[in-house]
């Protein structure tokens, strides 16, 4: 039998154990940093109720203020679990007092004394309904404006148990209010520096786990062999820009760590960009094969707008999951234009015909403009400011919309990793030209 008593201990050494659990506390500190620079509308919300976790929590919650119910009617009452809510209650209250306030903290700990309380119950003398008047007078003492109706509210609650529930609830929302607060003061200064400090930031990481390059590097290179393999000259703005273009044009399986935090974004982009191509070739198509009817700018914007509201939904990853409802919105739309005459139903099996091609990956109309925005959005990306490529007119606010995202994106993010690039491309190279030395 072992001399130590106490659980088995873990086969991972206690300054393993240390160093990941700094990462993840590095890694949280990364995002959050990320997420501030890149969404000035960043803000902490309440989570779901509806969700899995929220019911689970609403069962748990439910439980427990019961029992609490169970010792406030029992004779005479039992006030332990209230006195380990108004424990916490005042932790919080504590916690959202400003540093500086000290008289504030002091009359926190002056008046929720929970020794005395204990006291004033053995002696009978605990008056629970004065606590709560303290309580929600200091709260609406440090809440926003927006908050008063809700905190005072809580005085109008006879029952004790409800009166827990809607303090910790406004409590709630004031920790939320205070950690958006915070969040908004934080930006301005983190934007300056931003830069620099997610470089350091993922530094660090690296310097603990060398490994969090690894997913990189393998996009890194096998963007550098198809390259190769197609003939296009690789340098290494060459390479970054075609490694991007990638990202929304495919899915890079694995994820590189170095664009892993805006992973949604650009798939967001690549979302957005394909209903502006679609978009575009589907404006093409029915202008050719219908003829000078369809040729008026109104008749244009019309399909633009119904193909961007037919593809707004997340769930659809490519506006070709859905080109049936979107070919029959669009014979409405001809049908809306062409006044003259009805559309005969052998016009219409003809539309269908037409904008049937879409659904290849490889109809030539789609991948023509698909490349011609590729060329536009790699000649921003290198500095090069071009206009809009033929073939978007009617879309050119839309496809310069979705470049602005882009470069924006790329060019933050090669700000940051642009160091780790140029090494993993400096591997690459001494690679390559070491195969083509042994050859």
């Not at 659809?316 to 080109?323: A, F, G």
């Amino acid at each position: 039998m072992s001399d130590n008593p106490g659980p088995p201990k873990s086969p991972i050494s206690g300054e393993r154990m240390a160093a990941a659990s700094s990462d993840l506390d590095e890694q949280s500190r990364l995002q959050l940093a990320h997420e501030l620079c890149m969404n000035e509308n960043l803000e902490m919300s309440m989570p779901d109720p509806n969700s899995i976790v929220g019911h689970v929590k609403q069962i748990v919650h439910r439980a427990f203020w019961d029992s609490v119910r169970a010792g406030l009617q029992q004779s005479p009452p039992d006030y332990e679990h209230s006195l380990r809510l108004i424990a916490e209650i005042k932790g919080i209250l504590l916690d959202l007092v400003p540093a500086q306030v000290q008289r504030a903290k002091d009359q926190i700990n002056e008046v929720m004394d929970i020794e005395l309380y204990k006291q004033q119950i053995e002696n009978e003398s605990f008056n629970l309904q004065g606590v709560v008047k303290f309580v929600v007078e200091l709260m609406l003492g440090l809440c926003a404006p927006a908050r008063d109706t809700t905190i005072r509210s809580i005085l109008s609650q006879s029952d004790p148990v409800e009166v827990f529930r809607e303090v910790f609830g406004a409590l709630d929302l004031m920790r939320l209010d205070m950690a958006n607060y915070q969040l908004r003061s934080l930006r301005p200064a983190l934007l300056a520096n931003s830069v620099q400090y997610e470089q350091d930031k993922f530094r660090s990481l690296l310097a603990n786990n060398p490994a969090t390059l690894d997913r990189t590097k393998m996009w890194l290179a096998s963007t550098d062999k198809r390259m190769r393999e197609s003939g296009q000259p690789v340098s290494p703005s060459t390479l970054l820009n075609n490694a991007f273009i990638r990202v929304i044009q495919e899915e890079v399986d694995p994820i590189p760590e170095t664009i892993a935090m805006d992973i949604s974004r650009f798939i967001t982009i690549a979302r957005e960009l394909s209903a502006v191509v679609f978009s575009a070739a589907t404006i093409l198509v029915l202008q050719t094969g219908v003829g000078p009817a369809l040729q008026q700018d109104s008749f244009a914007n019309k399909v633009r707008v119904t193909v961007y509201q037919l593809c707004s939904d997340e769930l659809i990853s490519h506006p070709r999951d859905i080109l049936p409802n979107i070919t029959e919105k669009l014979i409405d739309i001809v049908r809306e234009t062409i006044t003259a005459r009805p559309l005969r139903d052998e016009e219409c099996q003809n539309i269908r015909g037409m904008l049937s091609g879409l659904q290849s990956p490889s109809n030539p109309v789609y991948c023509l403009l698909w490349e011609r925005a590729k060329q536009f959005f790699t000649s921003l990306c290198s500095g090069v400011v071009g206009s809009v490529p033929a073939g978007f007119s009617v879309c050119s606010a839309d496809v310069q919309g979705v470049a602005s995202k882009y470069t924006h994106l790329v060019s933050y993010n090669r700000g940051v990793f642009g160091p780790f690039y140029a090494d993993i491309i400096s591997e690459i190279t001494s690679s390559q030209q070491a195969a083509i030395s042994a050859s």
